[in-house]
């Protein structure tokens, strides 16, 4: 289940670029909280703690601000490019109780059949799940599994009151074989055997050079 912190806001009425550098160099991160019809509530959020929660996937928060609390889902991170620093976020409303879709880390577990490997082709998978109860990721045991194993979204178990919405059909993880490169070796050969053709060339031409001589 995702964590949930309770962060203290402060609501602002200022805007644009300008504001939100001094609001960054003031260590706060502008957000907007939205949903369910009502208006959007601009904030400044605290930079070190949002830091921290950001790093969790679909982390719910509960917003404190003007006395009042309100349960919120980070939906949205904008990021500087370059610098990696937190630029903005978005925030939904949450109603305790209700569903919501996100996407969720897959994560692999277990050491498929020796000599195999399992490759993880679907990173996320798409599901709706009670808003306070969303999984930190769902996970995929590849224990003793063979080659040519496929495993689908359809077959990967998700947390009780969650349903999938990606396609079931989606390939999630595929054990296969690794395949040998042996393109490098033959190449390598080869260039061996043209160096020691070219080394007897030049060892015949010298002896026919001192023969002459």
Not at 78 to 101: A, S
Not at 139 to 160: C, F, K, M, R, S
Not at 166 to 186: H, M, N
């Amino acid at each position: 289940m995702s964590e949930q912190t309770t962060l203290a806001a402060e609501v602002r009425t200022q805007f644009g670029k300008g504001f939100a550098r001094r609001l960054r160099a003031a260590h706060q991160i502008p957000a907007v909280l939205y949903g369910h019809g009502s208006e959007p509530v601009h904030l400044a959020l605290p930079g070190h703690e949002t830091l921290l929660l950001v790093r969790h996937a679909n982390p719910i928060v509960e917003l404190a601000f003007e006395g009042k609390t309100q349960l919120a889902l980070v939906k949205d991170v904008q990021r500087d490019p370059v610098r990696q620093v937190i630029e903005h976020v978005d925030l939904v409303v949450l109603k305790k109780g209700e569903k919501v879709t996100v996407d969720v880390p897959v994560v692999v577990e277990g050491e498929p059949f020796a000599g195999t490997i399992a490759n993880l082709d679907a990173m996320t998978l798409s599901v709706e799940v009670e808003a306070t109860h969303i999984p930190e990721h769902l996970v995929v045991n590849v224990e003793g599994l063979e080659d040519g194993t496929h495993i689908t979204a359809g077959e990967v178990e998700l947390p009780q009151g969650a349903t999938l919405v990606s396609d079931a059909e989606t390939l999630v993880v595929a054990v296969s074989t690794p395949q040998l490169d042996t393109t490098s070796d033959a190449e390598a050969e080869a260039e061996g055997e043209e160096a020691a053709e070219a080394a007897e060339g030049e060892g015949d031409e010298a002896g026919e050079s001192e023969t002459a001589e």
